[in-house]
């Protein structure tokens, strides 16, 4: 967007004699102020005539972007639609006023935001507008350490709808998860206030985030995997819709107990042993139907290399619980169907198995952890 003319053949400035454009059209900030925070006045006024045309724009890492803005009835105020400004930016003004007799004078200014040396982002999943199972804990995970966990805490909100009592745990200073006493209730409507933008998080360090997610919470699933039966029990609302067989972690390998919650979902996956500590024992490119439950790499998942004797009979796995599949993928096989009929955000609980109970920063264990010990991990506890 290129700056307005100045005064042509005609224009002359209000008045009859020369006032300085300053004087006639007054803005905020003014021209060429530096490290102007978030929250500083944007304003363009007149206090004699009308404005004629103001036009703002933005520059940053997106590049050149408008802004919006509405200049008042009586024309003499003209303010953006948005009550922040978005820091490392540079703003540019162009504005032309008028008296009444039809004279114009023109304006042209320019002024920076406050840089933050460091931006502190949090990274978050599922994605806004997302039905999601009645386990998921929603979950901030930080690209730099947040030394003011506090002040963090303070500018992020996750509420319900209908109200239940939400409580944050800090898992080391780079992570910040909420959740419920008890699993959501289905239908309810969370809406999770990011009001990041500008707070301190260290020396030298400030959020940058400002946006609203929405999350609709699905029906109640709950699967239950029975290591030692070789079962996983689906029920939904209460009620047994399914019931299939199963080979879970071997004698060497044993499957987490506690509770879970599904992370991911992926048609089709490469399971890799060197990624999680396996080495060479196996590297399968084409896993159908994986769902993810930890972030060390236990999933749920079609499997179709396996005898079918072994589904319900024995414990083959590194850790994983397998479900009978064909190689792509089958719709009507155990793990499609399971697949076709899990969210992200649904609970399954391991029951059984010779190993310990899955730590509560693993995935969304937070389950695992009882509600007193869970509000003691918020940092204004």
Not at 18 to 39: C, F, K, Q, S, T
Not at 45 to 67: F, H, I, K
Not at 160 to 171: G, K, S
Request: charged share 25%; proline share 7%.
């Amino acid at each position: 967007m290129a700056a307005l003319a100045g005064c042509g053949e005609g224009d002359v400035l209000f008045g009859g004699g020369p006032p300085r454009p300053e004087e006639v059209i007054r803005i905020l900030p003014g021209d060429g102020a530096r490290g102007v925070r978030a929250n500083g006045r944007l304003e363009v006024r007149v206090p004699d005539g009308t404005l004629e045309r103001v036009e703002v724009s933005r520059t940053g890492s997106a590049g050149r972007q408008p802004v919006a803005g509405r200049i008042s009835r009586d024309g003499t105020i003209w303010r953006p639609m948005t009550d922040s400004l978005e820091l490392a930016s540079q703003y540019t003004v162009d504005a032309v006023a008028r008296d009444d007799t039809g004279r114009r004078t023109t304006r042209h200014t320019t002024f920076k935001t406050f840089s933050p040396p460091h931006r502190v982002i949090g990274y978050y999943s599922p994605e806004s507008g997302t039905t999601v199972g009645t386990g998921l804990i929603f979950s901030l995970v930080f690209n730099r350490p947040v030394l003011d966990r506090a002040a963090v805490e303070r500018a992020v909100t996750v509420s319900a709808r209908p109200a239940v009592e939400i409580a944050p745990h800090w898992f080391g200073h780079r992570r910040l998860d909420f959740r419920p006493r008890e699993r959501w209730r289905p239908g309810t409507r969370l809406t999770v206030d990011l009001r990041l933008r500008e707070v301190r998080t260290g020396p030298g360090a400030y959020g940058i985030q400002y946006k609203t997610l929405h999350y609709q919470v699905g029906r109640d699933q709950v699967s239950t995997v029975d290591a030692a039966r070789h079962t996983l029990t689906v029920r939904r609302d209460g009620r047994v819709v399914a019931t299939l067989p199963v080979t879970a972690g071997n004698a060497e390998n044993p499957t987490y107990n506690g509770t879970m919650v599904i992370l991911e979902r992926h048609a089709v996956t490469r399971m890799d042993g060197d990624t999680v500590g396996f080495g060479t024992e196996y590297d399968i490119p084409d896993v159908p139907h994986a769902m993810r439950l930890t972030r060390s790499g236990t999933f749920l998942h079609g499997n179709y290399w396996a005898r079918p004797e072994v589904f319900g009979g024995l414990n083959t796995s590194h850790g994983c619980v397998g479900l009978q599949d064909v190689r792509g993928g089958g719709p009507d096989t155990p793990a499609g169907w399971l697949y076709r009929n899990s969210i992200v955000g649904d609970t399954v609980e391991v029951r059984n198995s010779p190993d310990r109970t899955v730590a509560p920063d693993n995935g969304l264990g937070g389950w695992n952890l009882p509600w007193a010990a869970w509000r003691a991990g918020s940092a204004r506890h």
